[in-house]
């Protein structure tokens, strides 16, 4: 019995060696020239977790049959109990079925891997996925707080970090002020900061204005965009915010803040300042 024990064990090693360069080869093979860098990592990550876990499972029931068959346990009638117990499993457990189909397809369908940056829903959680298997995705958010979502009830998905980023932000500037001088200050600045040492590595289009983008309450908001490598236009986003500011502080650029204009009547005056001399 120690034998089948040992021959389990070696057999899982031997699959659990060779796993990797095959699932790491499909991968390199299926995305070349379609994906970045920062994907292939995750994605052969993914399939080799999961197909390890597979693996295990097939190899265990296989060594535990052999055992019992070793030691004279007849196995028809349990394999004719386990059928029958399988079926009303199934009615009593279809949402685990549901969650095992749609851990599947994501997987199929490489909607996201581990590694990757996800919301789920309109409303639902988002963070860092970081174990994905058919059952089940378990996120961790900005708050560090654990989201343990069933692939079942996932019916949409966002995903932050597929290939590539975008910094989106939206610049607003007082009505006063001049929009093409505002606009080369920004375009100056989004150059400057895809030359800089450190983020010129994470940038792969330097952040520029794209148009006017609205006329708000308190002043005018100018978009800008840029790309950047995968989950790293957070950081870049910020660096850019920190130098506009400092920016627009050497140039006399105004950042707008709320104003309330208050209009009174002659009546009004007289009530709460007195008549008028």
Request: proline share 3%; hydrophobic share 40%; glycine share 10%.
């Amino acid at each position: 019995m120690t034998g089948f024990y040992q021959a389990a064990f070696l057999t899982f090693r031997i699959s659990k060696a060779i796993i990797r360069p095959v699932v790491k080869n499909y991968v390199n093979s299926r995305g070349r020239g379609r994906h970045s860098k920062s994907w292939f990592d995750k994605r052969a990550n993914t399939l080799t977790s999961i197909i390890t876990t597979i693996v295990a499972v097939v190899i265990i029931v296989i060594a535990v049959s052999m055992v019992l068959s070793e030691i004279g346990v007849n196995l028809g009638p349990l394999l004719a109990g386990a059928g029958v117990a399988s079926i009303v499993i199934g009615f009593g457990a279809q949402s685990i079925i549901k969650d095992f189909l749609s851990g599947l397809f994501i997987m199929l369908e490489d909607q996201y891997n581990q590694g990757d940056v996800i919301k789920v829903g309109d409303s639902g959680p988002g963070g860092l996925v970081e174990e994905l298997n058919l059952r089940r995705t378990v996120l961790r958010d900005l708050e560090g707080i654990v989201h343990s979502i069933p692939n079942g009830e996932i019916t949409m998905v966002s995903n932050f970090t597929r290939d590539f980023a975008r910094v989106k932000l939206d610049v607003p500037v007082a009505y006063g002020e001049d929009l093409d001088h505002v606009i080369d200050v920004i375009n100056r600045v989004g150059n400057e900061l895809a030359k800089d040492e450190y983020f010129k590595t994470l940038i792969k289009t330097p952040p520029q204005v794209l148009r006017v983008e609205n006329f708000g309450d308190s002043g005018i908001e100018i978009r800008v965009l840029g790309d950047t490598r995968a989950m790293k236009h957070w950081e870049v986003t910020g660096e850019l915010r920190k130098r506009l500011k400092k920016a627009f502080d050497q140039e006399g650029i105004e950042i707008p803040w709320p104003h309330t204009k208050l209009y009174f009547n002659d009546k009004q005056l007289e009530k709460y300042f007195g008549k008028k001399q």
